[in-house]
């Protein structure tokens, strides 16, 4: 008796939740009504059945999550049901606030280490460095433990101590670190500089609280040091708020201008969204760099940006999410992220790429054909197109990587290299300057020589497939010999290809040993002499004739 009292407790919450579904869903009209209350009737009645025979105890929590998550799928990625366990991680997504020590922390072959320490902050005071081991956090071993358990134990409130054992490259022993937890802020702008006398950068990582206000202040610092021209990088930058988004496109649009209107089933919530502010300049020439991963707001912006002929979008054509989500709150402290509209930007266009309503048989979605995409006219009257992101004005492939290069990426070969150039190289010239020599690059070649490290090429890939159509096809016997002739004249030699590719790897080995130095900024100035998106960006604005051409849509 005492089991199944415990049991019937155990039910009473999922039916209390579905009964007030039930309540709700008899607000509704007819058949619909009828169809909502028969189905969560039945869901009720299986959950009931399934808690009081099922041969082991059932976890309410675990059993009714996965339903939850299950039926949010067959909606869109971004539709979330947030638990009060996952509340705090939400507001430090939303905010770019939490309490710890201010680094980032990742694995690297199988060790937790120190990938980034955020400049100003505990970890960076206190000499925590790249490629630093966290063996324990107050005395627990972490050697087991992911990523997300790790990141956990290091935050907590602000104030309260915690005592690290790290292990370095270059000391015998261990060592123990006490530091204090602070209030971690992560900048919207992790970087602006100038990348030339006159043309001043900005990288935007994030569209948290205080987005456009670090933008805003980014361009009056950049225009104090000489810049007449303007870069925003927007780069992988995945979104976030749309206020936020709003905000950066007013640093550069008119007060008073429309910056996205949002359209969704509760036609109350309709809304258009306009600059609020006055700008920090009308007239400054800017270009946007996108990429494949410039997602949500960033889009608002790029699109903005085009739709006004206000900049030219220079790299990738942007991810193509068009969706607006609101936070609503549920029972017991719970959320609900749910989409509740598309946003569309000045031109009137909607640049969501993929129909989350009309799935394929197998639950798969697809990207909207292109013979349904719709045309749309910018300022001048410069045509863009709906439904598959924002096309960028000046497309620039991505970077080829050799599979070398992937490889020594992936083994952390250029990581820990780079460990080890920062122990024996106390100083380095600065960030922008700094360039390894050709006889250093030959001491590189000789150490990851002496690595394990392998790769398979796209020729070789591509012969294996040819191998086993020819096997299934029953050729294989007749071109056996001139297969095996032209493997061996592709077949990769390592030593060749660290010779090879030295340029692009020499690049990314520097990028690496500058981090060691210069941390965050440094990565960003280390690129400006080779990243083809910022040369190109470069180029255009250098030529200001052939930029207002372009913007003028002749």
Not at 88 to 97: A, G, H, I, L, S
Not at 207 to 233: M, Q
Not at 281 to 310: C, F, H, K, N
Not at 371 to 392: E, H, M, Q, W
Request: proline share 4%; hydrophobic share 35%.
């Amino acid at each position: 008796m005492t089991r199944i009292g415990k049991k019937k407790k155990l039910i009473i919450p999922a039916l209390f939740v579905i009964g007030l579904l039930v309540f709700v869903a008899a607000s509704l009209p007819g058949d619909r009504y009828f169809e909502i209350q028969k189905n969560l009737d039945i869901f009720a009645t299986l959950y009931k059945e399934v808690n009081t025979y099922y041969v082991d105890d059932v976890n309410p929590n675990k059993i009714i999550r996965n339903g939850i998550d299950a039926m949010l799928e067959n909606l869109d990625p971004y539709t979330n049901y947030i638990p009060e366990d996952d509340i705090e991680d939400y507001r430090t997504m939303t905010t770019n606030q939490y309490g710890g020590i201010g680094a980032l922390v990742g694995k690297r072959n199988g060790k937790s280490l120190i990938i980034m320490p955020y400049e100003g902050f505990p970890a960076h005071q206190n000499g925590l460095i790249i490629g630093d081991e966290i063996v324990k956090i107050d005395g627990i071993e972490v050697a087991n433990k992911s990523t997300t358990e790790i990141s956990r134990l290091l935050k907590g409130q602000a104030n309260t101590k915690l005592n690290l054992t790290i292990k370095r490259y270059g000391r015998d022993k261990e060592f123990d670190l006490e530091i204090k937890r602070e209030k971690i802020t992560i900048d919207n702008v992790p970087y602006f500089g100038m990348v030339t006398d006159d043309i001043g950068y900005l990288k935007l990582q994030d569209f948290t609280t205080d987005a456009g206000k670090e933008v805003k202040n980014a361009v009056i610092d950049l225009k104090s040091k000489g810049a007449k021209k303007i870069i925003l990088d927007l780069r992988d930058n995945p979104g976030g708020l749309l206020s936020e988004a709003v905000n950066v496109s007013n640093v550069f649009i008119p007060k008073g201008s429309e910056v996205v209107t949002t359209k969704g089933k509760v036609t109350d919530w309709n809304k258009s969204y306009k600059a609020l502010n006055n700008p920090v300049d009308i007239e400054i020439p800017l270009v946007v760099i996108t990429s494949s991963r410039s997602a949500s707001a960033s889009e608002i912006v790029a699109g903005v940006m085009q739709d006004y002929d206000r900049g030219v979008l220079v790299g990738q054509k942007s991810f193509g999410k068009g969706l607006v989500q609101a936070t609503r709150p549920l029972s017991y402290n719970s959320q609900l992220k749910v989409t509740t509209a598309k946003y569309y930007t000045p031109s009137g266009r909607c640049i969501q790429a993929i129909d989350y309503n009309h799935r394929n048989t197998d639950g798969s979605v697809g990207k909207i054909p292109d013979s349904l995409k719709v045309a749309f006219k910018t300022k001048n009257g410069r045509v863009v197109y709906d439904g598959g992101g924002i096309d960028p004005d000046i497309p620039v492939k991505r970077s080829y990587l050799a599979p070398i290069t992937v490889s020594l990426v992936n083994k952390s070969l250029l990581f820990e290299y780079a460990n080890i150039y920062r122990h024996e190289n106390p100083e380095i010239a600065s960030a922008k300057e700094f360039s390894i020599s050709d006889a250093e690059y030959d001491k590189f070649m000789k150490w990851v020589n002496t690595k394990e490290y392998d790769y398979t090429t796209k020729v070789e890939s591509t012969l294996d497939e040819l191998k086993k159509v020819a096997e299934k096809e029953k050729y294989f016997s007749a071109i056996e010999d001139q297969l095996n002739e032209l493997r061996k004249k592709v077949s990769h030699k390592k030593e060749l290809d660290l010779v090879k590719f030295k340029k692009q790897i020499k690049f990314m080995l520097e990028e690496e040993i500058v981090s060691r130095y210069y941390l965050q900024k440094g990565i960003v100035e280390a690129s400006f002499d080779y990243d083809p998106d910022i040369l190109e960006s470069i180029e255009i604005l250098n030529d200001l004739s052939g930029y207002s051409e372009l913007l003028s849509g002749s």
